[in-house]
């Protein structure tokens, strides 16, 4: 059974910073790509981070780059999401999701699982 269980997530303050992990199960993790995603009240699913096979590569958008930071280690089957310098704009439920294929990681559709999410609130 295949499954990403997201933790990490609560209540911060403005400039603080929190960790989310994502642990996987049911799927060999290193035949896969892993992004980050979050969804905030009212808004479309945004692609937050994105991280190769090994961990070499990692990628990010506009709005986190420079305080999120994604890592994974596959030996125990955990991506993580470092996420600093929080605003009261980065509230939103955060997932993670695994994408076998060759797509671009930045698209929901190129992602085959994803977790139930981590509720992050950032205060200002």
């Known amino acids: 059974q295949v499954q990403l269980v997201e933790s990490g997530g609560g209540l911060v303050r403005a400039g603080g910073s929190l960790r989310l992990s994502c642990a996987v199960s049911?799927?060999?993790?290193?035949?896969?790509?892993m992004g980050w995603f979050r969804q905030a009240p009212g808004k479309e699913r945004e692609w937050l981070a994105g991280v190769d096979w090994s961990g070499t590569y990692t990628y990010y958008g506009d709005s986190v780059k420079g305080r999120f930071t994604i890592s994974r280690d596959n030996a125990k089957n955990l991506v993580a999401l470092q996420l600093n310098s929080l605003k009261p704009e980065d509230t939103a439920v955060y997932y993670c999701?695994?994408?076998?294929?060759?797509?671009?990681?930045?698209?929901?559709?190129?992602?085959?699982?994803w977790g139930q999410g981590t509720q992050v609130t950032v205060s200002s």
């Open positions: 999701a695994a994408c076998s294929g060759y797509g671009d990681i930045r698209t929901m559709s190129a992602y085959d699982f």
């Open positions: 049911g799927f060999n993790i290193n035949n896969y790509r």
